[in-house]
């Protein structure tokens, strides 16, 4: 099986930190392949980015011609999931939703631990349209960029101050809400004796499930293709 | 990896043709053992015998001594998730939610097609408390009883019917609304060109993730392990 | 008029008492019974708990042959309400449900101060299921068990502490969260300065005011009478 | 004890309706005094007139000097409720919200049977308020004024006609939605199958049971003690 | 244009001071005419007063005879706003849901700063009502009557006190809780770096869009005419 | 003062149109410029069109250099309004959150009336992130596609059609849910009786209001100006 991981951004090292994360994630029969859009923002943090990105994916996954079982968004809390399930005839997992999935199976109530506070609106809105907010308890900023994740130290002692937050507010799961932080989950999960979901390892065994039982998106209302028509993807302009 | 799937009810053939539905969405390296409670109702339509139910697979779950690395429970709408939860050391996933968190993932909302209408309570209950209640759109019942379902003319003609009652409502995927109706997915799907969501084999897959992630049900706040105390599972009683 | 109360656990002293308040409050021609489950947990603490509890109440009630014009349920937040009203022909009142009834009555929010803090979830659930959840501002702690109660004076000054944390969330009027708590209201109520409601007292109240006004649950839908089949009622293991 | 039964219109004649259907719902120690006010509207269809009654009511109640152990709304559907629990120092149950308290636990969902449409968004709002709302399935007009509700025959026609749309909502109970129909309750309800409630009687037995248990409504925070202040209560204009 | 403002209490001052409001913030072709009721409290604070006010700003209303061809309510978080819908031929707006409006196009959620902590109820009762309490992160007192409110020094640092809360709640915009802080916004505002809303401005800007647009009540529904019957405003009683 | 009308699409006789409502809409003050993206999709029918639609009006809004006091967004239910906040100094309003407002002053509940049935998943996501969705009692299709609505013949059938759906299912208000319907409102408002609101009218008028009233997008929390960074607006690519 053939899984499609988009990186939601431009920048190389992420894609493959995120498929590092998805490959040790997937079973023995499946292959992973990262894709990086080759225009969008350098991170995803806010609206502007988060729409910017949506569109540099799904123009990444129309020019797409190898072989795809499922795709794989890893953009956390960030647009396009939907426009995907139009445009491609295979499953589609978000990070974001797929974490949720998971984190609800494992405790009455979950937290996201995030990067930055301002991105909490876009993951809240995110996982409210997916259909599995009602069990959320909070969104939790750690107040670091997305690149400034590198910094696995101090990274950690946020994640671990921030998750103390999303404790006192009800959580008894947490969720990594970055692609970015994929890889933390263990080191964190150990510390705080909690369980720790990471969206990427989420939404590979996801997309895997929905293949293994022969499951698509449905074509009947919300998710039908694309209509044909005449469609320029962006200018060019730096 | 072993997954036990334990049936709601003591109907041996139940558990035969639960057993066959999961074995056929489990992975390869994945061994399915079912388990019929030794007491209980015969089969479950309403919350009396969904009561008896829950605590007649919790007393088979804690008697059980075999192996077991994911439980998985196969009773659509009934109760006990919670209990098998803070009981067994190992993931728990039920087929109510596993169905829902993958209709999800398959359309913007989904309808979930039961056997008696009295049923439906149950079902809204039980999506609502595993956090996946939101985008479900219609619960309807075909009329059928549990114990009807081995007729198999009948119970698809049955399910069209009242699938198109969910679709009205807005549902673009469909949940098969009982573990006995398991098998009915493909048929009724190409029929209906809709994806169809079976929980038992959803359950399977949702299981296989979380044991192969190395996740486990959170020991904090609701699901922390019973108290030792004095029980007792039963008069004996006919 | 003979109203019938089930203990939710094993414990004799505990229904001694919940008889003790039962009668308090009932009015001049009601004759209240207490019964007390033959088997089940000695205490309910938690879902295993919960669950166990409910099909042994269900149990002693369909094994009860005395006069009954109502039953009142007496374990806070413990599962079992709509099942004793499929089998029982007369009204059934749950005490979870009844106290948040008459505390909305009496103030824009009410909170409810339980035993553990891990019985949140349940008791949520329950009132949601009951439909008065909206009003509820929160479902607070005192860290006491269950059996621990009978130290009145500590469990007066851990229900004082919670019952702040409860009014800083905005509760207007309290809640007793336990069938064991039953004749504390008095005492904290003057200490707090606001109406406390015990759930025992509240439900005798109601299941009083249903059959005096002639009124039965309804047949129609979810609570329609179990359908005749074969059940075991525990295998009489310890 | 005295229960003070307040009219939301001046029409002396459902005053007199009113009080009889409350005193056959009283308990044998219970005195029931009817209050109609000296203005106000005859009837009250919609917001104005249901501000107007409110205010009106209101007036009643701090002029009234007779005993008074707790006091009953006899407007369904109309505002003042809040207004009341800050006036008088004994109990106020309104009948909007007393039906529904009752009805909720006679069935899962419960439905409104009310005179005109355009009422439907005050009880909607008056359910909401009271939080009481959550199992309302729907609430329905018959179309008939207040005061056409003389005619029993077209009455109970109307009522019926309407009553099976709610009951297609997913209505298990019926409630009386306006103050009026008292008396209907019986001969509908056999018509129906269907347990039918009657706001008066119900807010009659919820006030003997507040009184009886010595609970008043709360004053920290909503329903303080209004400030003493200058008020003019009409300009006596027609 | 002719927009005319009612007053929510007999305090003339203070009709004075939102008709300064309200001119400053009405276009070029606007006239303003203040209304002050002849009954009423002094001031609105709390739901009995909230009633009286209702009534008496209907009776102003529907008394007045002068050029109008839109209403601005000016009590925020008073009742009334529906029956002035049925009762004038021309569009009405209330402070409290116009500053929310107007909140929600400035940031993702918005808080109300009002004068006492008894209010927070009738506010809520009425963003919800008004369809806009979603985005609302919370509702919090200053603590200051509405008569205190002269006391400028004062009030600002209430005010900026009370806005902290709020932000800490997820407030990203603020609304002023009273029509007593008219002319607050902008010093308040430049202090807290947040964009303030007053009720007053913010509704003037709406009724005169709604007028310039020729959009009306709906009279379909709920705001229909109210129906000719006998009504008596008022005893005259002091 | 002057308005940017931002055209979701890159049919300039849209644009045109659009522009002639939003003049038609705007004050004696105000002058508006339409822009019309020089990317994107001719229509918006979908999510994936949707996406494209939002980078190329951001993208157009970027490199716009002329005078510009507010922002109208004019794609009925399409992405970018957030995202915009974002990037411009000057107050964005969004023409489906702004019809919305103003329909909530206007009936108890509002309908929209949009073109492909596909689209409503897109204007419910996009009305409940606008904090408007509460009173929406529908979303209805008419069937036409956005660029067939040039007959004006066939659109009012359609649009009246539909709109009856929608008074059936509560709505006592409608809404265009299409830039490329305005014009319709008054022709079809008379036919139905009933209030009928143009989002690019309003988000002309609440534009206006921002302005004339000094309000300005919140910079707390979610909408903070975009972080600076590296980001490329398209390849170019057909």
């Not at 491609?88 to 979950?110: K, S």
């Not at 960029?145 to 990274?155: A, E, H, I, M």
């Not at 002692?157 to 947490?174: K, N």
Request: net charge negative; hydrophobic share 40%; aromatic share 4%.
């Amino acid at each position: 099986m053939h899984i499609v991981v988009t990186n939601c951004n431009t920048t190389q090292e992420m894609t493959e930190e995120i498929v590092r994360g998805a490959r040790a994630a997937a079973g023995p029969g499946t292959t992973v392949t990262g894709l990086t859009p080759a225009w969008g923002p350098e991170s995803a943090e806010g609206w502007l980015d988060s729409y910017l990105s949506a569109t540099a994916v799904l123009d990444t996954l129309r020019t797409y011609e190898g072989p795809c079982d499922a795709v794989v968004m890893a953009g956390f809390g960030e647009h396009g999931r939907e426009g995907a399930r139009e445009l491609v005839n295979v499953p589609v997992v978000d990070i974001t939703e797929a974490a949720a999935h998971l984190a609800c199976l494992l405790g009455r109530r979950y937290g996201v631990v995030t990067t930055l506070e301002r991105s909490r609106g876009q993951i809240e809105d995110s996982l409210y349209a997916a259909g599995v907010a009602q069990n959320c308890a909070a969104v939790v900023g750690t107040g670091l960029g997305v690149l400034d994740l590198g910094d696995v130290q101090r990274t950690q002692e946020a994640f671990v101050t921030a998750a103390e937050r999303a404790r006192e507010a009800g959580a008894e799961v947490l969720v990594l809400g970055c692609a970015g932080m994929t890889g933390l989950q263990r080191a964190v999960g150990e510390k705080l004796d909690l369980p720790v979901v990471d969206g990427v390892a989420a939404a590979v065994k996801l997309a895997e499930s929905l293949v293994s039982l022969g499951l698509r998106t449905s074509r009947v209302g919300s998710y039908a293709r694309p209509l044909p028509k005449r469609r320029v993807w962006g200018a060019g302009r730096g």
